[in-house]
Structures are given as C-alpha cells and as structure tokens.
T-cell receptor, first 112, second 113 residues
Framework: QKEVEQDPGPLSVPEGAIVSLNCTYSNSAFQYFMWYRQYSRKGPELLMYTYSSGNKEDGRFTAQVDKSSKYISLFIRDSQPSDSATYLCAILRMDSNYQLIWGAGTKLIIKP | GAGVSQSPRYKVAKRGQDVALRCDPISGHVSLFWYQQALGQGPEFLTYFQNEAQLDKSGLPSDRFFAERPEGSVSTLKIQRTQQEDSAVYLC???????????FGQGTRLTVV
C-alpha cells in the first residue's frame, strides 16, 4: 500500500462548479499536508498547506484535513477553465529530511 | 534568480549514454531536492542537499545515479549508462527552510531511446 493514495481521474466538471479533490494517507503521525498544482510540462507549484487537522481557506480554495479518517481534501469554488491542471497532494515528512511523499495527482478539466 | 532554473528542458539520450542535468536553485536557498516523476505519476524523492552536504540519497534508484552540489548552490544530477526505465521528468526544488515551502523548477524531460 502506498503511503498516499489519490485517484488519478480525469475529473471533468463544468465551469462554475464546486470541485472536490481527495487523498488518503496511511501514517497517523503525518502532520503537514500540502496541495500542489501542476500545469502540463511545468513543475508543481504550492497552492496551500495545512498543519494537523482543520480547514484553511485561500480565496476560492479550501484545504481540509480529517486526521481521524486520514483523509485530506481540496475544494475549489467557482471553478474556472484556468484551474484545469493536475492537482497533487503531498505529505511533508519532517522525520525524513523534509522530503515530500506524493499522491499520483488528479487531472482536473474545467469545461467552459 | 527569480525562480528555480533547470537545464536542459528536454534531453534525448541513447541507451548507455551518460547524461548530466543541471539545477540552479533560488539564490540563498539552503535546501535542495531532486525528484523523479514518471508519466502520470506523482514525483518520487531521489536526494536531498543542505548547502553542499548530501544528507539523504536514499531515493537514488541505483549506483548509476549520482548528484552533487559542490559549492552549495548549483546542483548536478548525473545518470551513467542510461536505461529506458530512466525516462522521466527530473524535478529540482529548493527551499529557504527545511522544506515547508519548496519551489520547483520546470523539470528536465529525459527520454532514453
């Protein structure tokens, strides 16, 4: 079993819809949860990160962590065609030189 | 510089050829990471530098892979005797603190034919 599981999609939704992207993880000791966005032929860019449980909001984006079920989510409100990209969740391993453990990434397509 | 710069952007190598991939991190960033990303997959950790010291190389898949950062800034990832399974995008990331906010380059897409 991989440490971080993520459905690769693709996920296709109409413009303006609310998008929900999700990951599960295996180790309850994980504390830092990251969301990256990766456009085609580009490197990942950090969207936001959360520490421990709870929600964090940044504009149209909300990150949510449920440590009891080892489940992390990213919600995108009022989705735009420019949001079309691959979204990767990642765990920051503070016990292992701060390396990132990644999900496979979900390809998101927003249809105009 | 303004961001992490990697070169070349694309590299085609014949099987058995040696390749060298370069990473210019953001100026002043202490930490530098190399990741390998296969098509349709998330990145996989290769190695980590703190300044010039290579503190973790546990992700390097074989002894054909070698990385260095001799002066604590530019880093080079070298792959000897390339194999088809080495085909992937190689990503470099740097951070000012220990990894909380890592900034990635655009990657080098290596194709071994």
């Amino acid at each position: 079993q991989k440490e971080v599981e993520q459905d690769p999609g693709p996920l296709s939704v109409p413009e303006g819809a609310i998008v929900s992207l999700n990951c599960t993880y295996s180790n309850s000791a994980f504390q830092y949860f990251m969301w990256y966005r990766q456009y085609s032929r580009k490197g990942p860019e950090l969207l936001m990160y959360t520490y421990s449980s709870g929600n964090k909001e940044d504009g149209r984006f909300t990150a949510q962590v449920d440590k009891s079920s080892k489940y992390i989510s990213l919600f995108i409100r009022d989705s735009q065609p420019s949001d079309s990209a691959t979204y990767l969740c990642a765990i920051l391993r503070m016990d292992s030189n701060y390396q990132l453990i990644w999900g496979a990434g979900t390809k998101l397509i927003i249809k105009p | 510089g303004a961001g992490v710069s990697q070169s070349p952007r694309y590299k085609v190598a014949k099987r058995g050829q040696d390749v060298a991939l370069r990473c210019d991190p953001i100026s002043g960033h202490v930490s530098l990471f190399w990741y390998q990303q296969a098509l349709g997959q998330g990145p996989e950790f290769l190695t980590y530098f703190q300044n010039e010291a290579q503190l973790d190389k546990s992700g390097l898949p074989s002894d054909r892979f070698f990385a260095e950062r001799p002066e604590g800034s530019v880093s080079t990832l070298k792959i000897q005797r390339t194999q088809q399974e080495d085909s992937a995008v190689y990503l470099c990331a740097s951070s000012s603190r220990r990894g909380t906010e890592a900034f990635f380059g655009q990657g080098t897409r290596l194709t071994v034919v």
